[in-house]
T-cell receptor, first 115, second 116 residues
């Protein structure tokens, strides 16, 4: 069965510091992996995705994530945080199993950026 | 290219009532998924529709049902509303891939449902 675990419901960094948001997943088949960002009172915006191929994926706004199959991880990073990065971040896994297509989201990590 | 739109933006219902939420898919997309996002939680997958048929379902009771129309727009219907149904309901459209999975999902802004 699919599952997604995001370590840390809240992460706080200083402006200019490294951002690291952790995501571990489980899936019985090769998964598609995603990171989304959600600003208050808005829908979800895709940051980046992994389907096949290169395991280091670059997304929008300077974010990137690396798919590590051996660790079942897909952590999100950004070298230098900006105030505008403060938001809720969700990791998600999608696959097509016997029960049909399903997408499972993690519980989310709220990123705070301090001036 | 138009984005995903949802209506209404906000809705207040009382327990036991029925509600219909609507979603218009992004142009060119043939698949729509619905999610429930309770306050402070991640989105929970309700179901997905492809070619007007349910293509996958999460752990939601049968009182949650859906429709997809030939123009790929969609409805989410919830019968016998309960207080715990209060949430943000998100619709996402995407393009089904040859292998059966779907490409990137594009989300609408959501409908905020409050059940009193």
């Amino acid at each position: 069965a699919q599952s997604v675990t995001q370590l840390g419901s809240h992460v706080s960094v200083s402006e200019g510091a490294l951002v690291l948001l952790r995501c571990n997943y489980s899936s019985s088949v090769p998964p598609y992996l995603f990171w989304y960002v959600q600003y208050p009172n808005q829908g979800l915006q895709l940051l980046l995705k992994y389907t096949t191929g290169a395991t280091l994926v670059k997304g929008i706004n300077g974010f990137e994530a690396e798919f590590k199959k051996s660790e079942t991880s897909f952590h999100l990073t950004k070298p230098s945080a900006h105030m505008s990065d403060a938001a809720e971040y969700f990791c998600a896994v999608s696959d097509l199993g016997t029960g049909g297509f399903k997408t499972i989201f993690g519980a989310g990590t709220r990123l705070f950026v301090k001036a | 290219e138009t984005g995903v739109t949802q209506s209404p933006t906000h809705l207040i219902k009382t327990r036991g009532q029925q509600v219909t939420l609507r979603c218009s898919s992004q142009s060119g997309h043939n698949t729509v998924s619905w999610y429930q996002q309770a306050l402070g939680q991640g989105p929970q997958f309700i179901f997905q529709y492809y070619r007007e048929e349910e293509n996958g379902r999460g752990n939601f009771p049968p009182r949650f049902s859906g429709l997809q129309f030939p123009n790929y727009s969609s409805e989410l219907n919830v019968n016998a509303l309960e207080l715990d149904d209060s949430a943000l309901y998100l619709c996402a459209s995407s393009l089904r891939l040859a292998g059966g999975g779907t490409d990137t999902q594009y989300f609408g802004p959501g409908t905020r449902l409050t059940v009193l």
